[in-house]
Every structure is written in C-alpha cells, then in structure tokens.
C-alpha cells in the first residue's frame, strides 16, 4: 500500500481549483490511461485548438501535466511525481472514466491524427 502524501493547504487548493473547471478535469481524466495530443483533446472536447492549448497551459504551468515533443506535435502526460498525483488519482476514482471518448476517436481513424 502506497503511504499517504500531505500537501499543505495552498497547492491543493491551487489543485483543487484548476480541476474544478469541467475542460481541464476531462483533460485530466482523459491523460489517466496515458498520453494525449493537442489534436485528439480538440477532436474529444470539441473546441478550438487554441482553448484546448489555454486550459493545457495552466495545467502545464501548475507542473500537473508534462509535455513531450515529436516533431511539431505535443503530447502531454500526467506528472505522476506531482505532489498532488495521488489526491488526483483519487478524485478521478469519483467520475465517470474517459477511455471511451478516446476508443471513439480511435474507431473514427482520429486516435493520434498527428503522428
């Protein structure tokens, strides 16, 4: 069993607050199960590349997701050596998984369009 890990009161907070928007929840939610182009965030929440990136960026700069670039192309992960990895991980056990959003895109042919 994995120990628990506190975190003062401020950076959780600060989490708490960044997921308590329903576009960077689903973002987080949708990374669980690994990484993530910008292109199959735009495709699954049905917005504009730029609002993705916005939402994406405040995750980035909280340290909560980290990026890795492949061409012109950026995939993001979650940063499981977040302080705050395990209370994410928790919270994510109380909504509904994302998988099937990304087994959608992959039936459309949209899973990872910009390899």
Not at 21 to 28: C, E, F, G, V, Y
Not at 65 to 81: A, H, I, M, P, T
């Amino acid at each position: 069993m994995m120990e628990k890990t506190v975190i003062d009161i401020e950076p959780a907070a600060s989490v708490l607050k960044l997921l308590g928007d329903k576009t960077r929840l689903t973002i987080i939610g949708l990374l669980k199960d690994g990484e993530c182009c910008v292109c199959e965030f735009v495709e699954v929440l049905q917005m504009s590349q730029p609002s993705v990136s916005q939402h994406l960026r405040k995750l980035r700069d909280a340290e909560l997701v980290k990026e890795r670039k492949k061409g012109q192309w950026v995939f993001y992960s979650l940063n499981s050596d977040h302080d705050a990895f395990l209370m994410i991980e928790e919270i994510l056990t109380f909504i509904p998984e994302q998988k099937e959003k990304l087994s959608e895109l992959e039936k459309k042919g949209l899973r990872i369009c910009c390899d």
